[in-house]
């Protein structure tokens, strides 16, 4: 029997005596492990992967920890990601969400930084003054 494939079927039928058909078949496998074509496949699923870790990731707010998720798990980390909190900030005035380190609301123009450091009482109080009496 000569093995020129590397698979279970053919490991099963080898005869683990004769040495030569041990050493055939390993190196079948290897010339399976190192074929470029495979690698080309592993490199693009990868690619792919991280890309939509990062989409991801970077909806909600945690652009990195979607890049490490998807780079560890592939597609798998896309659920862990997708599942996860959103660190993404809403906006006090709009209520629409933004990125965690901004200062200024992308959707209304209003200033975070100062919208969240007012307590919800300022804001009533804020908005009655504006009304006439």
Do not use: Y
Request: with cysteine.
């Amino acid at each position: 029997m000569d093995p020129l494939e590397c698979s279970l079927t053919a490991l099963s039928k080898l005869d683990s005596s004769d040495i030569d058909a041990l050493m055939r078949m390993n190196q079948a496998c290897l010339r399976m492990l190192l074929d470029p074509a495979l690698w080309a496949w592993a490199t693009a699923f990868t690619v792919v992967s991280i890309a939509g870790g990062a989409l991801i990731g970077r909806l909600k707010g945690r652009m990195m920890a979607g890049i490490v998720w998807a780079a560890v798990l592939g597609p798998i980390g896309w659920i862990v990601i997708g599942l996860s909190r959103s660190r993404r900030v809403a906006c006090v005035e709009c209520a629409m969400p933004n990125q965690p380190d901004a200062s200024v609301c992308r959707h209304c123009g209003a200033n975070l930084r100062q919208s969240l450091q007012r307590t919800a009482r300022s804001r009533l109080k804020a908005g009655d003054s504006s009304a006439p009496p």
